[in-house]
């Protein structure tokens, strides 16, 4: 479930929610609409659009994603930065649309400009009131609810530990239930092991017990069905909680088929609007890098021609979205154009590779032809790095969960490529590193993180030991 299951909703919590979710469009189209009056610009019908655009995007952008429930505590600073990146890629994505559409020439630079540098500063402090409000009433005494669980595991201990850490979610844990003895469970840390399985139902009646978690193993299924029996004159609410920490899950989350719950155990990251969402901001923001930088491609392309003998563009087959094969386009770097069965990984000391060819790989710029790759929609910006596909045939056989990481578009860039694992793989443990981040990329995806390695790629582009 994507919102505290616990959580005693209110008018009050819901009329804050619809602020927090209305009045920062609202902000952004009545400054723009400000700002345009105090310079004396009509705010005609490209001003219209703009401020439509503008709060769409904010609806989408600064929303909090919906598995973050309705946090009240977050640090100023945490704050600060999460509006600037967020507003840093709203802004990105209008300009790429405008250069798109050929309207970027009807905005004064008198009103967009202001409009562009005073948002920032006032979404801070309209989001920072509106949190202030937010805690003031999720956190008041009225939404407290007592909760215990039935089984300790890794699962429910920490489900209890994440209850505790998080005040917004108005739950607070007595306890623990379970057949086994203390010695047998081990450190509950804070909380104390309150009963065996048959004193549970006495113990929520005599206290007056919320909410109760059933966290036993799916073989207790008799268990579990004589405890909701036992349970039926209680007014708890009661949640199941599934042990699912026995596995590596990626994107988990829950939801039905016709009716039939179901939980995603393995999944894509860009599903739903997530995938519209990032399939903009590529678009967007390829076309804001193509535009300037065309004529260093143009300059680049001819070097190759005059320099050495071959084509200019080297294309190599590489595994896309789901492992289908895709063509992956890269500025020649070498006297040889390898994509067989076997292809030898570039090394430090290449013979292969020409003089421009070094200097191309030094700085990456060989992989500008992939903005083509990005355009066409075979590939992203950021995702996990395509390899060739003998390499992948070797990978996929030694590797566990090797091909996971092809459940999204291949990048451009990558977590793994930022947190410097580039160059040749000398042994199959630098391998395993760079595809541990990529599982973690799909895990934990968000558009700031796009943009975050994106940053980091550009600063660590020039001092890259390991690109050659």
């Not at 997530?274 to 300059?299: E, N, Q, Y």
């Not at 191309?360 to 992939?370: F, G, I, T, V």
Request: proline content about 5%; overall charge positive.
């Amino acid at each position: 479930m994507n919102q505290p299951v616990v959580l005693k909703r209110s008018l009050a919590i819901a009329a804050v929610a619809s602020l927090q979710t209305v009045l920062p469009p609202t902000l952004v189209v009545g400054l723009l609409w400000l700002i345009s009056q105090l310079a004396r610009v009509p705010f005609n019908q490209y001003y219209i659009a703009l401020a439509a655009l503008a709060a769409l995007l904010t609806l989408g952008v600064l929303r909090a994603p919906r598995d973050r429930g309705l946090t009240v505590h977050v640090s100023r600073l945490q704050l600060a930065t999460d509006v600037l990146l967020r507003w840093a890629l709203i802004l990105g994505l209008l300009l790429g649309l405008g250069f798109a559409a050929k309207f970027s020439q009807e905005y004064a630079r008198s009103v967009v400009i202001p409009w562009a540098v005073l948002t920032p500063p006032l979404l801070y402090g309209l989001m920072r009131m509106l949190q202030g409000l937010m805690r003031r009433v999720v956190l008041s005494r009225e939404n407290l609810r007592s909760a215990v669980i039935v089984g300790a595991n890794e699962a429910s201990l920490s489900l209890a530990s994440r209850l505790a850490d998080h005040p917004e979610l108005c739950t607070r844990v007595e306890g623990f239930f379970d057949d086994r003895s203390a010695e047998r469970l081990g450190d509950l840390g804070e909380f104390q092991l309150l009963g065996g399985l048959s004193q549970l139902a006495d113990h929520v009646r005599a206290r007056n017990i919320d909410v109760i978690f059933i966290a036993l193993p799916i073989r207790h299924v008799q268990r579990v069905m004589a405890l909701l029996d036992d349970l039926r004159d209680s007014t708890a609410s009661i949640y199941y909680v599934p042990d699912v920490f026995v596995f590596d899950l990626i994107q988990s989350r829950t939801g039905e088929i016709m009716g039939i719950p179901v939980v995603a155990m393995c999944e894509t990251p860009f599903y739903g609007y997530r995938g519209v969402l990032k399939r903009l901001t590529d678009m967007a923001l390829t076309l804001c890098i193509m535009v300037p930088a065309i004529p260093l491609m143009l300059l680049i392309a001819l070097a190759i021609r005059l320099t050495s003998r071959g084509p200019v563009i080297f294309r190599q087959r590489r595994y896309g979205l789901d492992g289908r094969e895709i063509v992956v386009y890269k500025f020649r770097s070498m006297y040889v154009t390898e994509d067989g069965g076997q292809i030898r990984q570039a090394s430090r000391d290449d013979d292969r590779i020409t003089p421009l060819g070094r200097l191309l790989r030094r700085y990456s710029l060989d992989e500008l032809p992939q903005l083509i790759n990005v355009l066409q929609g075979k590939m992203s910006l950021v995702g996990p790095r395509p390899h060739a596909v003998a390499h992948n045939e070797i990978y996929r056989r030694l590797i566990k969960g090797y091909m996971i990481r092809h459940k999204v578009l291949p990048g451009i860039t990558g977590l793994a490529q930022v947190n410097g694992c580039r160059g040749e793989t000398t042994d199959l443990s630098e391998m395993q590193n760079r595809v541990d981040y990529d599982l973690d990329y799909l895990r934990r995806w968000s558009p700031i993180m796009d943009i975050k390695i994106l940053l980091l790629t550009a600063v660590r582009v020039l001092g890259d030991s390991k690109a050659y």
